[in-house]
């Protein structure tokens, strides 16, 4: 499988890196990796589908703030945002 960060996602990553919390860059790089090993709905960071998306869209939690939101097209993973919540 292919990860690609949407151009909103890929900001909010630099800024993680950025900012030196290495803790956050840190577990969004296991996030990913849990992802591509165990699949879309299982594994690290309490995976969650989330209602209201057009496509099939999931979360994980980064820590008690931030939240990865992806989703898996064609097997492709595609990150759209991992600083903040959920945005329709």
Same mark, same amino acid.
């Given at each position: ?74 097997? *492709?993973?595609? *990150? ?9």
């Amino acid at each position: 499988m292919i990860v690609k960060f949407s151009k909103t996602a890929e900001t909010e990553y630099n800024q993680f890196k950025s900012y030196g919390d290495q803790n956050c860059v840190d577990k969004i790089v296991a996030l990913l990796k849990s992802i591509l090993s165990e699949g879309v709905d299982e594994g690290l960071g309490k995976p969650e589908r989330l209602k209201y998306f057009k496509h099939a869209t999931y979360s994980r939690r980064i820590n008690r703030e931030h939240r990865l939101v992806y989703q898996e097209r064609e097997g *492709v993973i595609y *990150v759209l945002s991992c600083m903040g919540h959920y945005k329709k």
